[in-house]
Nanobody, 127 residues
Framework: QLQLVESGGGLVQPGGSLRLSCAAS????????IGWFRQAPGKEREGVSC????????NYADSVKGRFIISRDNAKNTVYLQMNSLKPEDTAVYYC????????????????????WGQGTQVTVSS
């Protein structure tokens, strides 16, 4: 059974860093593009970042460009989101999602494109 599990969330002060992990089980990530999304209370889910199945293409929301870095280690079946210079407005539940694709550079930050989702991990940025 295809499963995604996020981890690494927590409480951090403004300016701090966190690294989120998205571990896959029941399938190999090699043929999946991965997206990170977040949803703050009272707001719609928004795309944060995505990475193609080979890792050769990435994309970021304007709000996180220069602060967040997405990467993947297919040998560990895990995708990471390194979050630096965190701001209170980054507070949200963060989700990873996967979509099977043979298109090597496909990287989409539209939630409806993804078929498999993790349960989410809470990130709170507060002093």
């Amino acid at each position: 059974q295809l499963q995604l599990v996020e981890s690494g969330g927590g409480l951090v002060q403004p300016g701090g860093s966190l690294r989120l992990s998205c571990a896959a089980s029941g399938f190999t990530l090699d043929y999946y593009a991965i997206g990170w999304f977040r949803q703050a209370p009272g707001k719609e889910r928004e795309g944060v970042s995505c990475i193609s199945n080979s890792g050769g293409n990435t994309n970021y929301a304007d709000s996180v460009k220069g602060r967040f870095i997405i990467s993947r280690d297919n040998a560990k079946n895990t995708v990471y989101l390194q979050m630096n210079s965190l701001k209170p407005e980054d507070t949200a539940v963060y989700y990873c999602a996967a979509v099977s694709t043979i298109v090597e550079r496909m990287c989409v930050m539209t939630s409806s494109f993804y078929g498999s989702w993790g349960q989410g991990t809470q990130v709170t940025v507060s002093s």
